[in-house]
């Protein structure tokens, strides 16, 4: 608990930032049966991150990084949007377009784990390959679908709740359930913190990697139906563009060490949603639009330096020889007295 200390900090900072901009941000309305407001809005617009960053949170605890989850949300959304708009159901397009992504996670960790390669190079891969995919699929052009059971994955409501929020909760739920009450967290952990001692207590390593990269893609491809039917478009330029970075400085703001190891679901959530707060502030304070990622830029590495002990402890020990007069200085005190 002690490691969610300062993300929780982070949060409730930004958020009681934004009412001096916006005095009613923490209002929360209900309009025809849906609840409408600031906080609502975070948290329907962060659920796409937060999908990815649980991914990416078990992929990190192997010591591993996947790259082409953005390129992934390309690929889910541009092969549903384009499926729909030949007629197909909808539960053809989302079985497709989530069947593509677990195929190309696998691939991932098939690289990883079968081949060898490393991490960052397997996944860069696709990263390049996987935008081009996506482009291939939607022809270079814009697809704009027309389907309003397609709309409520990323833009309806159910139980007066966003739908996106919804499913965010079953996969935080399940991911949770699987990875806390059962061994299976514990043997990524292992595989993270030493492969080679995981390997000879028996554990297969391979295959815990290859599934975490599955379930990397498999988030990243849910993510991808909730952009793209948010707004009944695909675009394999710009979805998901940049989503990666996001979602590794969610998991390492969550405390999750990029060496592998350790790792803090509920951390990577509240990493996601100091993110998307950041994002709503930015726009709340009316920062230039040219100047935006700079800002967040430096407001992450705030974060981050907030966040670690070893620049806690230097700055605390730089601040107790500040305070502390030396020898030349009680010199100074008796010549003057």
Known sequence: ????????????????????????FFSIQVRDGHLY?????????????????????????????????GSVVAI????????ISQGASLFTAVALALGLSL??????????????????IATLILMVAGRGLAQLITDGQII?????????????YWLTVPFGILIVLAVLAVTAFLTRRLALGMLIESVGGNAEASRLAGIRARGIIIMVY?????????????????????????????????????????????SGGRFSLGGTVLGALII?????????????????LLFKALVVTAVCLIQSPSFRAKALRRRGRAAVPGPASEEKVRVSL
Request: charge should be negative; hydrophobic fraction near 55%.
């Open 1 to 24: 608990m002690r490691r969610l200390l300062w993300p929780v900090v982070v949060l409730v900072l930004l958020l009681a930032l934004n009412v001096f901009f916006s005095p009613g």
């Open 37 to 69: 407001g600031s906080l609502i809005d975070i948290l329907r617009f962060g659920a796409p991150l937060i999908l990815v960053s649980l991914g990416m949170t078990l992929v990190i605890a192997t010591g591993g990084i996947d790259l082409s989850v």
């Open 76 to 83: 889910s959304g541009a092969l549903a949007c384009l499926q």
């Open 103 to 120: 195929v190309l996670g696998a691939w991932n960790g098939f690289l990883v784990a079968g081949i060898g390669i490393q991490p960052i």
């Open 144 to 156: 704009t679908v027309n389907s309003p059971a397609y709309k409520v994955i990323g833009g309806g």
């Open 214 to 258: 599955a379930f990397a893609a498999l988030c990243a491809g849910v993510a991808g139906l909730m952009i793209s039917s948010n707004v009944s478009s695909a675009d394999g330029n710009n979805a998901g563009l940049w989503i990666e970075l996001d979602a590794i400085l969610a998991v390492v703001i969550g405390g999750t060490a990029l």
């Open 276 to 292: 998307q707060t950041l994002t709503t502030t930015i726009y709340s304070i009316g920062v230039p639009p040219e100047t935006t």
